[in-house]
């Protein structure tokens, strides 16, 4: 089980961190990523993990950052200089195969619920 928390609505340039806490399973030893989905929009890779790799979509390069933390087998994305089109519902997903572009939601099976992030300008 994925449990994400820690979206909120923030203004344009303040940053929020999301948590993604697993239970049952071991994180450090899957893909795990950060993706989002706006209303009438297909849902888009955030920002991933993947065999030791950090991966983050063009959008976010330099303001997002993803982490880990084993101990507490939880995984975080650190959003920085938050943009209005940042706005969406985050979810995180794991999966211990990904055969392709570790950003493309489609190889990820476990999802946790989203959390929904509002940037206003």
């Known amino acids: 089980q994925l449990q994400a928390s820690g979206g909120g609505l923030v203004q344009a340039g303040e940053s929020l961190r999301l948590s993604c806490a697993a239970s049952?399973?071991?994180?450090?030893?899957?893909?795990i990523g950060w993706f989002r989905q706006v209303p009438g929009k297909e849902r888009e890779g955030v920002s991933c993990?993947?065999?030791?790799?950090?991966y983050y979509d063009d959008s976010v390069k330099g303001r997002f950052t993803i982490s880990s933390d084993n101990a507490k087998n939880t995984v975080y994305l650190e959003m920085n200089s938050l943009k209005p089109e940042d706005t969406a519902v985050y979810y995180c997903?794991?999966?211990?195969?990904?055969?392709?572009?570790?950003?493309?939601?489609?190889?990820?099976?476990?999802w946790g619920q989203g959390t929904l992030v509002t940037v206003s300008s």
């Open positions: 997903a794991a999966d211990p195969i990904v055969a392709g572009n570790p950003l493309n939601p489609i190889w990820y099976d476990y």
């Open positions: 049952g399973f071991p994180l450090d030893r899957l893909h």
């Open positions: 993990i993947s065999d030791g790799t950090l």
